[in-house]
């Protein structure tokens, strides 16, 4: 499958070496490509710079955000929250329209240090603001509930059996991405909750997740919804 995997931090390096791994074409979109592997500096998590990881997986595409999205069949949406309104944008609306778009994205604000606050909470979400703002595009939020370890191998912990939300509009596009999880990443335990709204419960669930790993000095865990 061609897939397009917006951002180049941790989180989208991350997906991308899974998804490579597993035979699908893979693009990264970032707003500069040159600027991109131009960089020299570790990032802000002391990981190496875009260049070093691209050496080690060359089959691994970059492109600017709308080559990317217009490249591929399915998108995930690797941004920061506060970036990808933007991001998306500059993706393309056409680029966009009718496909599936994994939003894996959390409205952290950073503005006032940590821990973090939400930018948007309680009466909308990220995922919804996506959603009216590209409403051809079918947005489904998951995977924002865990680090971007545990994304791609749930296995790690607990047998893998930890649970894993998925919340959009259209039954169809959330169907093929609970499908996503299941076959790309071997998630178990899956939860449709419905439709774009419902990614208000998944976002608003981030302050107890970085409290978590302030309190466990680690972000080596998830959760389980025991029935």
């Avoid at 490579?20 to 802000?44: C, N, V, Y």
């Avoid at 703002?133 to 489904?140: G, L």
């Avoid at 939860?191 to 000095?217: H, N, Q, S, V, Y």
């Amino acid at each position: 499958m061609k897939l397009a995997i917006l951002g180049t931090g941790p989180v989208g390096q991350t997906l991308a070496a899974k998804l490579d791994g597993l035979g699908h074409s893979i693009t990264i979109g970032t707003r500069s490509p040159a600027a991109t592997l131009a960089r020299q500096d570790p990032d802000a998590f002391g990981n190496p710079p875009y260049q070093v990881w691209a050496t080690a997986h060359p089959k691994v595409q970059l492109a600017t955000l709308a080559e990317a999205a217009a490249r591929s069949e399915v998108i995930i949406n690797a941004l920061s929250g506060a970036g990808s309104l933007e991001g998306l944008a500059l993706a393309g609306e056409p680029n966009l329209a009718g496909k599936i778009v994994l939003d894996l994205s959390n409205p952290l604000d950073f503005s006032k240090g940590m821990p973090p606050s939400l930018f948007v909470s309680n009466t909308s979400s990220l995922g919804e603001q996506l959603q009216q703002r590209f409403p051809s595009a079918k947005i489904v939020k998951t995977l924002n509930t865990v680090n971007a370890n545990l994304m791609v191998d749930p296995g790690q912990l607990a047998g893998g059996d930890h649970t894993m939300f998925v919340a959009g509009n259209d039954a169809d596009a959330r169907r093929q991405v609970a499908a996503f999880l299941r076959e790309w990443f071997g998630w178990r335990d899956v939860i449709e909750l419905g439709d774009i709204t419902t990614a208000r419960g998944t976002e608003m669930l981030l302050p107890l997740w970085l409290r978590t790993w302030g309190a466990l000095k680690t972000p080596a865990f998830s959760f389980r919804v025991v029935r």
